[in-house]
Every structure is written in C-alpha cells, then in structure tokens.
Nanobody, 124 residues
Framework: QVQLVESGGGLVQPGGSLRLSCEAS????????MGWFRQAPGKEREFVTA????????SYADSVKGRFTISRDNAKNTVYLQMNSLKPEDTAVYYC?????????????????WGQGTQVTVSS
C-alpha cells in the first residue's frame, strides 16, 4: 500500500505562485514515477505533469509548460509542483499519483495510487 498526501493548495491571485507537495509512504518511493493531475468542476481529470523514477524524464501538459515545474526529493519521499504565473483556468483540485512501474506517463489508468487532492483556486 502507498499513501499519498497532498498539501499546499489555496487561494491565489492571477499571476501568483503556489507550491504543492505530495508526501508518499513506503520505502521504495525512489522507484515510483509520480504524476500530478487536476480536475475542474464539471470536467474530467486531466494530466498536468509527471516525473519518472530517476527524475530523468519529465513531461508537461501544453497548458502548463513554462509555468509549472515538477521535482522530487527521494530522501523525503516527496514530489513537488511549483506553479507560477497562475491563471483562473488553473483552478481545480490537484491530485498526485504514483506509478509503481516507474514510467510516469500521461495516462490516468497507468497510475496505481492517488492522493485525496488539494484545492487550488486562482481568483482576484
């Protein structure tokens, strides 16, 4: 079993920044790929970014490229999502997810465990 706990969400003005964290349980975190997804009201959950087990492969959705950065600290069993230049359309519940096979794809069904989500609201 892997437990994922997100934190760092909140209310921010357009153009502002937030950093989300996702702490994972388990001794083999360094083998997992980690992803961030988001779900806005009335919409499907969508891919945001992912990082493979080593950190050597990272992918981003086009909508967040150049504004969001994913990183991981395997010593702390934590993955981060730095979000800059936030827009109202970034408003959503953000979820982290773990892929135990270490791939880090854009496909929701390839992730084995999910966190409960953290709300991000971008509004003036």
């Amino acid at each position: 079993q892997v437990q994922l706990v997100e934190s760092g969400g909140g209310l921010v003005q357009p153009g502002g920044s937030l950093r989300l964290s996702c702490e994972a349980s388990g001794r083999t975190f360094s083998r997992y790929a980690m992803g961030w997804f988001r779900q806005a009201p009335g919409k499907e959950r969508e891919f945001v970014t992912a990082i493979n087990w080593s950190g050597g492969s990272i992918s981003y959705a086009d909508s967040v490229k150049g504004r969001f950065t994913i990183s991981r600290d395997n010593a702390k069993n934590t993955v981060y999502l730095q979000m800059n230049s936030l827009k109202p359309e970034d408003t959503a519940v953000y979820y982290c997810a773990a892929d135990l096979r270490g791939r880090g794809t854009m496909k929701r069904y390839e992730y084995d465990y999910w966190g409960q989500g953290t709300q991000v609201t971008v509004s003036s």
